[in-house]
């Protein structure tokens, strides 16, 4: 009897210390990490549902990625049609300029200053972000237009829209599960079409000393400046519109990230003292197991 009871005690023994070294294993694992399990799949029941918070975490992040790129393109944008509207002020003013004098040298000495406009509309018109022509649609791969400056005479209203080579597609994102957003302005938009027409006929009218060119240059200018500050609000709107639904999606974020730290942190406190308690057992278990393999017949003939 007295070696069965032996035997029984030490299978107890060695089982309470191989969970007391588990338990002591996991415990420190977590004081060292602060969560609760090394698998998902230790979470049992609430495996599920941090599969899932993790699911929508990750396509959220991915959303915002895409707000926050778009938000930059947008605002890159903005720049490039508030320095437009500058170069529509300058060159109503020169254009001014130009037609109340009555001489063509004085008229051809403005013309230098209308070609620079003209130039600098080309530069701005083919402005990159992040790698992709801002007025080129959907396919920022391409320049919005293969074309230099140059002087030429006014071509009729409405301007036609030839030199443009991008796409009539706005770029758009992934806000959501299956909702895009467009944003950005394209470049065969009335305002840039007439802004374009204008400058080079602008330095056509100076250059060759023609009142007409200049007076069609000067309407065309101010088609532009309307047409511009349309633009530059609607560009507004896009901003706004990116910062309100990335604001949700930061918000969402926070939640996700308190759901999943209420499911896989552990209370740090609670589990150092875990690990004193498995220390504990760990160290009586193991005494005991020393002294139970270590007791002969004298033992018990005592």
Do not use: C
């Not at 009871?5 to 420190?28: D, H, I, K, P, V």
């Not at 609430?46 to 990625?65: F, K």
């Not at 080079?200 to 500050?229: F, H, M, R, Y």
């Amino acid at each position: 009897m007295s070696r069965i009871a032996t035997y029984f005690q030490n299978q107890t023994t060695l089982r309470t210390l191989q969970n007391a070294s588990q338990g002591l294993s996991l415990a420190s694992y977590q004081v060292s990490t602060g969560l609760k399990a090394q698998r998902v799949s230790d979470f049992d029941a609430d495996t599920n549902r941090v599969l899932t918070l993790r699911d929508v975490q990750e396509r959220t992040n991915i959303y915002l990625g895409n707000l926050t790129n778009a938000s930059n393109t947008v605002k890159a944008t903005e720049g490039a049609l508030q320095q437009l509207s500058d170069l529509i002020g300058d060159a109503i003013s020169t254009a001014t300029l130009g037609r109340n004098e009555n001489s063509a040298n004085t008229r051809q000495t403005l013309a230098p200053k209308a070609q620079s406009m003209a130039e600098s509309f080309y530069t701005l018109f083919k402005t990159q972000y992040n790698g992709a022509y801002l007025f080129s649609g959907s396919n920022g791969q391409t320049a919005p237009t293969n074309t230099n400056a140059a002087a030429t005479s006014f071509p009729g209203a409405p301007v036609p829209t030839t030199y443009y080579q991008g796409d009539n597609q706005l770029p758009a994102i992934m806000t959501g599960n299956g909702t895009t957003l467009e944003y950005g302005v394209l470049g065969n938009d009335p305002a840039l079409a007439n802004l374009k027409a204008g400058l080079e006929a602008l330095w056509q009218g100076l250059q060759t000393n023609n009142v007409t060119e200049i007076d069609n240059a000067v309407s065309a200018l101010n088609q532009a400046k309307t047409g511009i500050s349309t633009l530059l609000g609607r560009v507004g709107g896009q901003i706004n519109t990116l910062d309100l639904v990335k604001e949700r999606h930061e918000t969402q974020q926070t939640f996700l990230k308190d759901q999943l730290d209420s499911l896989e942190k552990v209370d740090v406190s609670e589990a150092i003292m875990r690990v004193n308690q498995q220390q504990a057992t760990l160290e009586a278990s193991s005494a005991l197991i020393t002294r139970i393999n270590g007791l002969t017949l004298l033992d018990f003939l005592r």
